[in-house]
């Protein structure tokens, strides 16, 4: 039985397909910012993408050579652990299969891991299939580094801290690994169309 | 399916009953609650809060937590006038209203007098809230930690807790003002610079447990002008909010 609440109406959006926005979620049309610290600004120059760990052969792109793998563009929606759902956002990128495809992982669980200390755990089952991406395009322009440029995880099934800013690589790893939000209280999956927010949900 | 290598405990959704309202200015309102079963919280952490209208409607929200730890659980909730929570929060609740919460969530946006200091905090208009339970916090434990705080608001109606952070005892409080200040104003009068920065803050070799909340804007400039400054990346800790529908 629910507390209802006195006087509360609410505000429903009949532009919104209430089917594509998960429990606890509204829709907003901006785009806002959650990170932990400081943006980092890495120069392209110094950027760098590696599969590492648990692979047959560990592979690093500099930012060019990133460039030269075969992209996908697509729309899709994302969600955010603080409650807002985006759609149709559309990105370019290329797709974690692709990469994986060079460095044969061996093990079942990965690391992301980006400038300015962040590090986000994910099954390889999450992460391949057509499920992620490396993204460096949002709408069509370079992605801006408070969104988490020059090229950020995008893992739209799961909550957007998933989604690492300014991944710089995977680390694949024989066990589960917390990472730096799964350590701060938050679930260790974080699957939105199962309320996955916090420890023990 | 992957689980948690050690097992939490679920953060459950509790009845909390509202003990007190207290207008702070004219766009912020503090709901006082009784919360049975709460198991307190650190300073810094944040609660979800679910309304239900009565066609079963659910709206969810978070809110910083602006209570020290030890006290009653405190929200102070600033009105976004196209909000769809925060105008329900701070004009229609009253005293003996009840809704749901839960929490307290959050491991790394908090602050204890055990992880010393000195605290430097820079907040912008209501990202003071986090703030502020931090320094009840340093208050009720007496601490002598070094603490200083640097708030920016727009006008001088607009700063939150204002004769309570003048009657700080310890902690040097900086205000500036980005709109509009009283012909008597002896504070800041710009956005947040270098200059204001390093005048107010402890010198990066002292190594201050930064905390910056506010605005997404506020909290890009003031952190990337602390890293400028010499300021470790890693000792700043960021909590931002936008006008996202609140």
């Known amino acids: 039985m629910p507390i ?19 429990p606890g979620q509204y829709v907003t049309n901006g785009f806002p910012v959650l990170s932990a610290g400081p943006t980092p600004r890495p120069h392209l120059a110094d950027w760098s993408f590696t599969i590492q760990g648990a692979v047959d052969r560990v592979v690093t792109w500099s930012w060019d050579e990133f460039h030269e793998l075969p992209t996908e563009t697509f729309t899709l929606d994302i969600h955010c652990v603080t409650k807002w759902t985006k759609l149709d956002t559309t990105w370019t990128g290329v797709s974690v299969d692709t990469l994986l495809e060079h460095a044969r992982p061996s093990a079942g669980f990965v690391t992301a ?3 300015g200390n962040y590090t986000t755990n994910l099954t390889l089952d999450d992460i391949t299939g057509g499920k992620a991406w490396i993204v460096d395009t949002f709408d069509g322009v370079p992605l801006e580094a408070e969104h988490g440029g020059p090229a950020r995880m995008l893992v739209p099934h799961l909550y957007f801290w998933k989604s690492a800013k300014w991944v710089r690589g995977l ?29 023990g949900d | 399916m992957t689980e948690p290598s050690v097992a939490r405990a679920p953060i459950v959704w509790r009845e909390a009953t509202v003990r007190e309202t207290i207008d702070e200015n004219a766009h912020a309102r503090t709901l006082v609650f009784d919360v049975p079963g709460w198991q307190g919280h650190l ?21 910083s937590i602006a209570s020290a730890p030890k006290d009653p659980l405190s929200l102070t909730i600033e009105r976004l006038d196209d909000g769809e929570v925060s105008p329900y929060l701070s004009e ?8 749901e919460l839960r929490g307290p969530i959050g491991g790394f946006f908090t602050w204890r007098v055990e992880d010393g200091g000195p605290l430097l905090l820079i907040g912008g208009g209501s990202g003071l809230v986090p703030l502020m339970s931090m320094l009840r916090h340093h208050r009720a434990e007496q601490s002598a930690i070094d603490v200083r705080l640097l708030l920016s608001a727009r006008t001088a109606d607009d700063i939150l807790f204002r004769h309570e952070l003048d009657a700080l005892e310890g902690v040097s409080v900086s205000y500036t003002l980005t709109r509009s200040w009283p012909d008597d104003w002896t504070g800041f009068q710009r956005r947040i610079d270098a200059d204001m920065l390093e005048a107010v803050a402890p010198a990066p070799s002292a190594r ?3 905390f910056v909340c506010g ?26 909010f936008g006008p996202t529908g609140g």
């Open chain 2, 215 to 240: 605005p997404t804007p506020f909290v890009e400039s003031a952190a990337n002008l602390l890293v400028s400054l010499g300021h470790e990346p890693r000792s700043i800790r960021a909590e931002r």
């Open chain 1, 171 to 199: 680390n694949v790893t024989p066990t589960d690994e917390p990472g730096f939000w799964e350590t701060n209280g938050y679930n260790n999956h974080g699957d939105p169309w199962l309320e996955q927010r916090y420890w």
């Open chain 1, 4 to 22: 209802f609440s006195r006087g509360f109406h609410g505000h429903r959006r009949d532009d919104v397909d209430p089917a594509r926005v998960p």
């Open chain 1, 113 to 115: 891991y980006a400038d």
């Open chain 2, 43 to 63: 300073a810094g952490q944040h609660v979800d809060v679910r309304l239900t209208a009565e066609d079963g409607y659910v709206a969810e929200r978070s809110y």
């Open chain 2, 92 to 99: 229609e609740l009253r005293q003996g209203d009840a809704l």
């Open chain 2, 208 to 210: 201050p447990h930064t």
